[in-house]
């Protein structure tokens, strides 16, 4: 059974969708390329990237939302590579990815700290991380996200994982959000674009 199948597994696209606001930024700092969206969701920030010129692919392990992506790509005459993924036991790749982008996707501590170890792996040289994240103070303002603790994000771990990476931008703080349904309010995130080093950079 498949809790994210199930949410999607309906007419109404329960994030909206427009694309996060975070996103609409942070993709003023890239140059055209391979864009990767994990936990992509119902689609809506890699449908607006791909209407931006970028190549995008969408992984999410939910079938339903990857069909709603390529419905919302037909609508807004965009293609968007979908492909089901499961980031428990994804195979990662190296360096194939310009971009990562990786919007309110929360895991359990294992499957994300696998997650962050593959999305450096699979970035090419100057390829940039770009995340927004619910923060464990989340809990407090009941706006979106998990109510687990366990799966809210401690700030300093993510900056920690990306040692090394040229950091671009890094928040913690309040947000307001209004994405869909679930997604509406003021809320506590941290926002990242972090820079592969290397000979692109």
């Known amino acids: ?11 109404e696209y329960v994030y909206g969708k427009e694309p996060n606001q975070f996103v609409m930024e942070a993709a003023k700092h890239l140059t055209k390329g391979k864009v990767l969206c994990i936990a992509e969701g119902e689609g809506r920030n890699a449908v607006y ?26 609508e807004k005459g965009v293609a968007v590579k979908t492909e089901l ?27 994300m700290k696998r997650t962050l170890e593959g999305i450096q792996q699979s970035l090419r040289p100057g390829g940039y991380y770009i995340s927004e994240l619910y923060t464990k103070d989340q809990l407090r303002y009941g706006t979106g996200g998990p109510r687990d603790e366990a799966l ?34 003021k809320a506590h995130v941290v926002q990242c674009i972090f820079q592969k080093g290397g000979t692109d950079a």
């Open 49 to 74: 990237l791909a209407s931006l010129g970028f190549d995008v692919t969408a992984w999410d392990y939910a079938k339903a939302g990857l069909e709603k992506t390529a419905k919302l790509a037909a």
């Open 85 to 111: 993924r499961d980031l428990a036991d994804v195979e990662w790749g190296d360096e194939q990815w310009d971009a990562v982008v990786h919007i309110f996707g929360h895991f359990p501590h294992q499957v």
């Open 1 to 11: 059974m498949n809790p994210w199948h199930e949410r999607f597994d309906t007419e």
């Open 152 to 185: 809210l994000v401690d700030p300093v771990r993510v900056l920690q994982s990306f040692d090394g990476y040229f950091i671009e931008h890094f928040y913690i703080g309040e947000v307001y959000r209004e994405e869909g349904q679930l997604h509406t309010g």
